[in-house]
């Protein structure tokens, strides 16, 4: 090979590398905006949940929440939405799980998990097996039969 056949081999390979390594970035940044997104949906659910709570002195109910869900900025994000508010008592504590949603991305920096929102408010990440031990305490039987169905 001449010396300008190796540097263009050269150049080749390191404008491959580059390309790939930005996109695999990209791919990461990607899950991570859609990630905050869903967390920040969250959060504005969260806000009218309390708002809700303080007014009435109980959860809304689920027709509500649905009813609410499509005005929140970033909704979409959430996907499917799993609602709790049928199974909170007056003996549930501040950390009951009360919204969730589960989110699957396939990229190194976030991974697979639920953006959770508490009784309390609090919207937190949690990671997929912290949340299935956490909510496996708290449902009751009826309420896993049901979700099992």
């Known amino acids: 090979m001449t010396k ?15 390309t790939a390594v930005a996109v695999v970035a990209m791919i990461n940044l990607k899950d991570w905006l859609n990630r905050a997104e869903a967390i920040r949906a969250m959060e504005q659910l969260s806000r009218v949940v309390l ?4 007014a009435h002195h109980s959860v809304p109910p689920q027709s509500y929440v649905d009813q609410l869900r ?31 949603t589960e989110k699957n991305y396939n990229s190194l920096v976030v991974g697979k998990g639920y953006v959770v929102l508490r009784l309390d408010g ?22 896993k039969q049901m979700m099992s169905q």
Do not use: C, H, M
């Open 4 to 18: 300008r056949q190796k540097a263009i081999v050269r150049e080749f390979v390191i404008v491959t590398a580059v």
């Open 51 to 54: 708002d809700y709570r303080q």
């Open 122 to 143: 609090t919207v937190e990440w949690l990671g997929k097996k912290e949340f299935e031990a956490i909510l496996a305490q708290q449902q009751g039987p009826i309420e």
């Open 70 to 100: 499509t005005d929140l900025e970033g909704n979409v994000r959430l996907g499917e939405l799993r609602y709790r508010g049928l199974w909170v008592d007056l003996d549930s504590g501040p950390d009951e799980i009360l919204a969730y």
